[in-house]
C-alpha cells in the first residue's frame, strides 16, 4: 500500500474515531434527558424535551406512552448508529493491514446491514410517532417517506458491497487452494 492511502486510511480512522465519540456523547445525553424527565415529570420538563426534536410540539399536551416510545427509539436509533460506525471502524482498520477478502470483513459488513435495517425500523416508528403527536396538536398526518427510501437504497448498496466481498472471499478460497 503505498503513502497516499496509508494517509487516507489514517484520516479516515480518525475521523470514525471522532464520530463514535460523538455517538456515544449523544447516548450519554439521550439516558441523561430521560432521567431527568423521570425525576420531574411535570408537562413543562416533557414539552421542553420532546421540543429539542421537533418544534411544533412545544404547545402540545404528549401521552406519556408515546413519550416514552419516543425516547427509546431515540436510544435505539443512537445505538444502532453506534453499532454501524464500530463496524465500519473495524472494516477500515482490516482493509487498513490489507486483509481485504476475509470472513472479518464479512462480518463487518452484515451487522452495518443488519444496524441499517434495524434503524430503518426504528426511523419509521419514530415517524409514525411524530405523526401521532402533530395529529394531536394540528390535525394532519404527514408520514416522511423519504428517510425510509433513503435507508433502502443504502441496503441495497451495502448488499452489493457484501456480495462483492463475499464474491471475493470465494475467489480468494480458490486462489489459496491453487497454489
Request: proline letters at 2%.
Amino acid at each position: 500500500m503505498n503513502n497516499k492511502s496509508m494517509i487516507i486510511f489514517k484520516l479516515l480512522s480518525i475521523l470514525i474515531i471522532l464520530v463514535e465519540i460523538g455517538t456515544i456523547a449523544a447516548i450519554g445525553l439521550l439516558i441523561l434527558g430521560g432521567i431527568l424527565v423521570a425525576l420531574h415529570p411535570d408537562q413543562a420538563t416533557i414539552n421542553y424535551s420532546m421540543s429539542l426534536g421537533h418544534h411544533s410540539l412545544l404547545n402540545s399536551h404528549v401521552s406519556p406512552v408515546i413519550l416514552i416510545s419516543t425516547y427509546f427509539l431515540a436510544l435505539f436509533i443512537s445505538a444502532t448508529y453506534y453499532f454501524i460506525i464500530d463496524s465500519t471502524r473495524r472494516l477500515v482498520n482490516n482493509l487498513r493491514q490489507g486483509a481485504y477478502f476475509v470472513q472479518a470483513n464479512l462480518i463487518q459488513i452484515k451487522r452495518v446491514m443488519i444496524a441499517v435495517l434495524c434503524m430503518t425500523i426504528f426511523q419509521s416508528m419514530m415517524s409514525i410517532n411524530y405523526c401521532l403527536v402533530e395529529l394531536n396538536a394540528t390535525q394532519t398526518f404527514n408520514l416522511p417517506l423519504s428517510e425510509i427510501f433513503k435507508n433502502i437504497l443504502i441496503l441495497v448498496a451495502i448488499y452489493v458491497i457484501y456480495l462483492i466481498f463475499n464474491k471475493g472471499i470465494t475467489l480468494q478460497e480458490d486462489s489459496d487452494s491453487m497454489i
